[in-house]
């Protein structure tokens, strides 16, 4: 995979089951945390463009605030319709010593 990691946040500035908006290369980018585990996605629902770092983070999931859609942070699947194949974009994501890194 090519690309370049950028630093985006230091460890411990992202509470866990939160998430954080941050611009990297032109692209706006959630780094949510969920059970100590940082995620990487789009930070917007395709739906109508809400920022889904605001989004409530559970089990793996971040539900869109506005009007409850679901996304799968691992893969961005949209969780409500198996078949569809609506999503939102992931992106690498590594911590090395204290930085926490989105490859992009």
Known sequence: M??????????GEIP????????????IIAVIR?????????D???HQGAPL???IVADGTVTCTWHGWRFSLEDGRWLDS???????DTYP???EG????VLV
């Open 44 to 46: 917007h629902c395709p």
């Open 53 to 55: 770092c605001d989004g």
């Open 2 to 11: 090519s690309g370049t990691y950028r630093t985006v946040a230091r460890v």
């Open 98 to 101: 204290d930085e926490i890194q």
């Open 16 to 27: 866990e089951g939160e998430g954080r908006s941050f611009e990297v290369d032109d692209r």
């Open 82 to 88: 198996p078949k569809s194949k609506v999503r939102v």
């Open 34 to 42: 969920d059970r100590g585990v940082y995620f990487a996605i789009d």
């Open 93 to 95: 994501i590594r911590v």
